[in-house]
């Protein structure tokens, strides 16, 4: 599989409330693209230690904000349950493949797996849908 060829487009803070976590960073084929129609990937570098159920609490709910009619059973789920607890400097990296519609999830670059799936990218709507983790982050990342 050939890997695309990203472009920072933007990156942010990651905030729980007023205490930033880290930093997100979103990388696509075209930054004047909308991410729903190409290869992208996001990285999330952490500075602070979380436990893995944060993530798939926060997956899970965001995922359900944003998909209608979301299920538990949902392909997407699939990658919220790979999701490991995190130390500061732990980085995660979603890479999706257009073209193949694979979506990965790898940590301190290390694949943990990764769903083929005609919605895989729908995945990405928790940091970019309509109602984001964070919408001063959606904005920093989409500029």
């Known amino acids: 599989v050939q890997a695309a060829t990203f472009k920072q487009c933007g990156n942010g803070a990651i905030l729980v409330g007023t205490k930033q976590i880290g930093q997100a960073s979103y990388f696509a084929e075209s930054c004047k693209q909308t991410w729903e129609n190409q290869s992208i990937q996001m990285n999330f570098l952490y500075n602070q230690n979380i436990p893995e159920w944060a993530f798939k609490?926060?997956?899970?709910?965001?995922?359900?904000?944003?998909?209608?009619?979301?299920?538990?059973?949902?392909?997407?789920?699939?990658?919220?349950?790979?999701?490991?607890?995190?130390?500061?400097?732990?980085?995660?990296?979603?890479?999706?493949?257009?073209?193949?519609?694979?979506?990965?999830?790898?940590?301190?670059?290390?694949?943990?797996?990764?769903?083929?799936?005609?919605?895989?990218?729908?995945?990405?709507?928790?940091?970019?849908?309509?109602?984001?983790?964070?919408?001063?982050?959606?904005?920093?990342?989409l500029n």
């Open 57 to 141: 609490r926060a997956a899970t709910h965001f995922l359900k904000k944003n998909i209608p009619d979301f299920k538990e059973t949902s392909a997407l789920n699939q990658i919220t349950q790979l999701y490991k607890p995190v130390k500061n400097g732990d980085l995660y990296s979603l890479s999706y493949v257009h073209s193949s519609r694979i979506l990965t999830l790898s940590m301190n670059g290390k694949i943990l797996g990764h769903i083929q799936n005609d919605q895989a990218n729908q995945y990405f709507k928790i940091w970019l849908g309509s109602a984001p983790f964070n919408a001063k982050l959606k904005q920093q990342l």
